[in-house]
């Protein structure tokens, strides 16, 4: 007689020698926990730090001051609009100029020529240099010895030991300069992405029907490229609004505090006036900013929509 083979019911809509459904999340479980841990703490930090008067220049002072920070902030803080005013304009400026020079690069690098490789290389090689390297090689450039200056004064341009750094009128577009030398790179590299996935029997179809490149590029690449773009704008505004690097070290936020932005302006009430309860308000109406912001941007651009 046959022994009867027992067999042991599995779970319905679970395959044989699939893995727990918990494994996954089991894996992930410690990287999680320490990116919590990274990021959360340092959060709630600035939250709570936030309602606290705390200056360690002043320990008697300390101790829960409730709203009066941001009361401070809003009320009596005319250096917080000022600085808030130029990250605006800051970061108007920086994105819109990285955002066209970018996208003129990617159509470029994108055509099939030789030494391609090559240009792309050298396309891209500034957003490999850190924001301090990328300080150093402009100090340098606009040093009034050595730097640019001097040889355009030795053409009849300007005037020897001109230092476009140290005039109000002239710092806000030479640090300009110097970050889009750093900042175009990446728009050219999101948009370089994006346009090598676009299909290219959209463009033979459209060449058939007699468009032209500048209808092909408004009606086809564009289209395609919006996600892209709202995505690169996004991120590198709010990279540009918390800009502190390649300002601090340029301009120290000079002369006379024209270049100060709102981050740099945090950095100085906390590091180098020690308030750092009133730094931390600060940090949390920066926050709030970027975040309604980002949200109406995602709002009114429709990103993740259909557009192709």
């Not at 000022?82 to 990250?87: E, Q």
Request: glycine share 10%; hydrophobic share 50%.
């Amino acid at each position: 007689m046959a022994s009867a083979v027992a067999r042991v019911p599995r779970a319905p809509g679970r395959r044989a020698g699939a893995p727990p459904r918990r494994l996954p999340y089991l894996l992930i479980a410690p990287a999680g926990l320490l990116m919590l841990g990274f990021i959360a703490y340092p959060v709630i930090s600035v939250f709570y730090y936030s309602l606290q008067d705390y200056n360690v220049t002043k320990p008697w002072r300390n101790g829960f001051a409730g709203f009066d920070n941001f009361v401070r902030i809003f009320t009596d803080d005319p250096q917080f609009w000022t600085t808030l005013g130029f990250s605006a304009r800051w970061v108007v400026v920086q994105v819109s100029l990285q955002l066209a020079l970018g996208l003129v690069l990617a159509l470029l690098v994108n055509q099939t020529f030789i030494g391609r490789g090559i240009a792309r290389a050298m396309v891209f090689s500034p957003w490999a240099v850190s924001g301090v390297l990328t300080t150093t090689i402009w100090m340098l450039l606009y040093n009034p010895s050595t730097g640019v200056s001097r040889y355009l004064a030795d053409a009849g341009i300007g005037s020897y030991g001109t230092s476009v750094l140290s005039d109000t009128g002239t710092v806000f577009w030479a640090a300009v300069v110097a970050e889009l030398w750093r900042g175009v790179p990446f728009f050219a590299i999101l948009i370089l992405a994006d346009l090598q996935s676009i299909p290219k029997e959209l463009y033979e179809a459209a060449s058939v029907d007699g468009a032209g490149r500048a209808r092909q590029f408004f009606h086809i690449t564009l289209p395609h490229l919006r996600d892209a773009i709202v995505l690169a704008t996004l991120l590198r505004g709010v990279w540009e609004f918390n800009n502190v690097d390649l300002l601090y070290t340029l301009t120290g936020g000079g002369p006379a505090g024209v270049t100060t932005t709102l981050p740099l302006y945090v950095a100085n009430t906390g590091i180098e006036g020690h308030d750092f309860g009133y730094a931390s308000a600060l940090t949390t109406v920066a926050f709030v900013i970027l975040l309604f912001c980002s949200i109406l941007y995602l709002r009114l651009s429709k990103f993740g929509g259909d557009s192709k």
